[in-house]
């Protein structure tokens, strides 16, 4: 059993190929229960160990305070409505006038009509902490395949609706921003399971539609590659775990080219697995 899962150890998840020269966001997206924000705080953690400056950021969704603090992973924290106001106050040169508009039903009623607005006011905020600090990458972990597809599309579909003035310059400087020079990464991340890398695929190609072209395409939880079972026999092990590593390693024969892949890793606790999987994407064992 050993021989047969170091054959299908190739291809191992790494910062290098996650993280280019010029990379300042890198998003990572997928189904959901795939190990998305996992994942995205050991890219932080491990960018962090590298001496470079990081954020991890969950978007609009709550954020697990506890295990950052207790991993030490640099976070903040966006909320629509301050973004908006953020926004807002550059473009009238007021905070105030900026707080009074966002108060009227109107402002309610069109974050409500249309949703797309939020994810742009968002992501906007992003790119701006990025171009104010030439040395900050961004980790953003997208809570859903659905999510990450409405924020790509968001900024091309109020460009068009607006047509042209100062929302259609700002967004023409946020695609400038995340579009070129590979400077955006979206990481899609997939259980091992042929339904659920199809489904991986299927994202890649809906989000390259919406010219997201730098993809890295991971296969997560793989127990043929747990380190756990390096050293036990293929006798010693109960057949139900034999027999999904028999499926997972029919998986990466099919799949070996284009997908980085993470090992699973026996913990009780969510620490443990970042921490196993930072030291995996820095090359450690």
Known sequence: M???????????????SILSKNTRLIIVTGKGGVGK????????????????KVFYNSFDQPVNHSLLTDLKIPHFELELESSARTYMAKKLGSETIAGWILKTPFFNSLFHMLPGLGHMILLGNIINKLEEDPELTIVLD??????AITMMESPGNFKEMFRTGLIVNDIDRMEDFIFKDERMKVVITALPTAMAVQEAKDLKTELNKRKA???EMVINDLLCLSPSLEEVTEE????????????????????????????HYAHQNSEGIVT????LLRGKK
């Open 37 to 52: 924000s996992t994942l995205a705080m050991a890219i932080t953690q491990a960018i962090k160990e590298k001496g470079k």
């Open 213 to 215: 072209q730098n993809f």
């Open 142 to 147: 997208s809570p859903s395949s659905g999510h």
């Open 276 to 279: 196993d999987i930072a030291n």
């Open 236 to 263: 010693d092990l109960p057949s139900f775990i034999k027999k999904r590593c028999e499926m997972e390693n029919e998986l990466l024969k099919d799949h070996e080219e284009g997908w980085s892949k993470i090992p």
């Open 2 to 16: 050993h021989q047969k899962l170091k054959a299908a150890t190739t291809n191992s998840l790494s910062l290098r």
